[in-house]
């Protein structure tokens, strides 16, 4: 994605393999909702993040069905969406460790892409 193409319609998607449950989506939309860089770009209305469905799945998924969207909102977005990016990517790695710690079992891998939200 180029420096103002389509910003207001881009986001980062996050996805849990197949092994992920709807608590393990639910916790990890909870610990980027924390995540301060992240909490404070929610704040200023710079940032949405969302669960949806999953849209490129045919038939019943083997996981969740659902999928993280964070939604980047404002004319400066361009500016910062490979800096988010990032900070998610290291947000999803810290939840895997975290979860690993709290709970019984290997947590399931996550993908972090950018995604254009006209493209669902």
């Known amino acids: 994605m180029a420096e103002g193409d389509g910003v207001a319609d881009a986001g980062i998607r996050v996805r849990l393999d197949g092994t992920a449950s709807e608590s393990d989506i639910g916790a990890l939309r909870k610990w980027l909702e924390r995540e301060k860089p992240l909490h404070e770009r929610v704040r200023a209305g710079e940032l949405r993040i969302l669960e949806r469905s999953r849209t490129d799945e045919e038939g019943a ?16 977005a361009g ?18 460790a975290n979860r690993r710690d709290v709970e019984n079992g ?13 493209d669902r």
């Open 61 to 76: 998924p083997m996981g969740a069905g659902l999928e993280i969207v964070l939604v980047v909102v404002g004319a400066g």
């Open 79 to 96: 500016v910062v969406f490979t800096e988010l990016l990032e900070q998610v990517k290291r947000a999803v790695t810290a939840w895997r």
């Open 106 to 118: 290997e947590p399931p891998e996550g993908r972090v892409e950018p995604v254009d939200l006209d």
